[in-house]
Nanobody
Framework: QVQLVESGGGLVQAGGSLRLSCLVS????????MGWFRQAPGKEREFVAA????????YYADSVKGRFTISRDYSKSTVYLQMNSLKPEDTAVYYC???????????????WGQGTQVTVSS
């Protein structure tokens, strides 16, 4: 069983920045693919970004490309989502997700975190 614990959400003004963290309960993540989804009120959950644990290949949704950066820290078993130039439309609950294997461009969500709220005011 893999547990994912997100942190770092909050309230920020448009144009500001936040960094989300996702702590993974496993030390050995080998072929894992890690990433983030988000869900705004009344909307379906949508993919945001993903990264392969080994190799660091990344993939982003067009809506966040150039503004968000996903990264991972081996020593801390943590995945980060650096969000810059935030817009009100980025407001959502952000969920960390993990696949046991696969591609960054096809993150499924074998495991999910509990979510963290990001609110961007205009």
């Amino acid at each position: 069983q893999v547990q994912l614990v997100e942190s770092g959400g909050g309230l920020v003004q448009a144009g500001g920045s936040l960094r989300l963290s996702c702590l993974v309960s496993r030390r050995t993540l080998g072929s894992y693919v890690m990433g983030w989804f988000r869900q705004a009120p009344g909307k379906e959950r949508e993919f945001v970004a993903a990264i392969t644990w080994t190799g660091g290949n990344t993939y982003y949704a067009d809506s966040v490309k150039g503004r968000f950066t996903i990264s991972r820290d081996y020593s801390k078993s943590t995945v980060y989502l650096q969000m810059n130039s935030l817009k009100p439309e980025d407001t959502a609950v952000y969920y960390c997700a993990a696949d046991l294997n696969g591609l960054a461009s096809a993150l499924r969500g074998d495991y999910w975190g509990q979510g963290t709220q990001v609110t961007v005011s205009s």
